[in-house]
């Protein structure tokens, strides 16, 4: 039977299914690349934004010094020169915009690049007072989105004046790159306190979280990122309509080449079968020629015998009174001989030659009868079971003769099947001991009783159209393989088995 393919690729609906699940692996993969690439990209941003913002917020340190210097190294009360520094500071670095020098003596006036309010002053001495050297960190309470720096001027228990940065956070951060305006994306900055600062599109449920703080010893704000992923991020629509399309197209190119493939082995495959069942209706024809001409050399010879030695008889009867009719019958003698002789050549041409045996598995020689018969059991709705070993069975003969008696038999119990509902043929092989059994049996009608006696007779049948040399030849060739084959059940319907010896697989030589 040529090889099919397997059945998942010769059902349409097992392809569209394999289709749709190549198209939802493409897609997982697509959105596992994608995910990974946004978190990726949301720790690069965050990264180099975290970086920017401690870089800026340590320059503050350095302009606190700074300014300190400048306050304490001039007696002028009204620190025109300090003004003059806090005005450039603020010009070149925007996000600085208030700068305060607060004297500790409520009495004494503040100085500083906008008016400062009598409770922020006094907030501003208590924080310092209560310092101990280092920078303090507060919330700006009179602008959103601005927190102040404090620092004592000079930095020693006797301070003589608050110093006071206010930084715009917004600005801070302000210089980030356009990735944080795209929409889902979220960035929060906090005082140490926990209080915000900046909030761009709050942190919501399902979103990736970024947390660190700044890396400066002065304002260690906590600067929070995350981003909201959705079905379009996972799968945005140019790459995704590419890489749907791609698999998609690859998984035709495929299927394709393997119906070409399929296509190819199939008529590889009945190729085969057509040069066997050539081979062997060859085979058969030509026994069968060998059996009706050894047959008919048989029948013939008995009355030629006859023939001959009548007229030997007659001759010499007839010789003494007329030698004309003597010659008749000389020529009736030759020609008798010339007819015997030809027969003799005949029966000598068709006696079959001596086999080219071997030894071989024979459950070959079936699974050949089975693909060339298995067309036949299924026009006729018939049920054909081989029911053969695991291991190989070995018998020595000749592999076509052997695939020839097996196909008489097995197409004489189809066709004994062939008018009847429910057909049942049944092949069975065994090896018990060193005999090999193969039966062929058939639910049909059976073997007529009065030519069961004669049934491997040449032109035996009860068939209208068969000729009766089936099972005569299948018998000569079992038995030229030292084998025989009988008749053994009789009904309701028919076995025929078939004995041969069993052979035993060669030893491999060491080398």
Known sequence: MPRQGPLILRSLTCQVLIWGLLLLLA?????????????????????????????????????????????????????????????????FYPRIDDIQLVPLDAREASAGLHPLSPDLAQRIRAAVNASNGQIAVLPY???????????????????RYGLMLGIDAHQLIGEASPFWSKPGVNLRLSLPDGQVLVSRAPASAGTLHFSKALASASQPLMLATGMTIGPGDLF?????TLALLLVSAVYIAVLAAWRQRLSTRAAVEQARLSALESRL??????????????????ELTQPLT????????????????????????????????????????????SRPQPA????FDL?????????????QAAASQARLTFDLPAQAVLIQADPIEMEQVLFNLVRNALEAVAQQDAGQITV????????????????GPGVAPEIQHRLFTPFTTNRPDGTGLGLALSQRLVERAGGDVFLADKGPGTTFRVTLKAQTPPKEENV
């Open 27 to 91: 897609g997982g993969a697509l959105a596992a690349w994608q995910y990974q690439s946004l978190i990726s990209t949301l720790e690069n941003e965050s990264n180099a934004l975290h970086r920017s913002a401690s870089q800026r917020a340590d320059q503050h340190d350095a302009h606190l010094t700074a300014l300190s210097a400048v306050a304490n190294a001039s007696a002028d009360p009204s620190h025109k020169l300090f003004l003059d520094v806090a005005t450039t500071v603020a010009q």
């Open 141 to 159: 309470p009179e602008r959103p989105e601005h927190y102040i720096l404090l620092k004592r001027s000079p930095n020693t228990p006797a301070a």
């Open 236 to 240: 945005p629509l140019m790459p995704t």
């Open 281 to 298: 209706a060859h085979a058969s024809r030509v026994n069968a020629l060998g059996e009706m001409a050894s047959g008919l050399a048989h």
């Open 306 to 349: 006859a023939i001959l030695a009548q007229t030997q008889a007659s001759r010499r009867m007839f010789t003494q009174g007329n030698p004309a009719l003597g010659s008749v019958f000389e020529d009736t003698v030759a020609q008798a001989k010339r007819a015997s002789a030809i027969l003799e050549r005949f029966r000598n041409w």
């Open 356 to 359: 080219n045996t071997a030894v």
């Open 363 to 375: 459950r070959e020689a079936l699974g050949n009868v089975q693909a060339l018969l298995a067309p």
């Open 428 to 443: 069975t092989l065994r090896q018990t001991g060193t005999d090999v059994v193969l039966d062929v049996s058939d639910n």
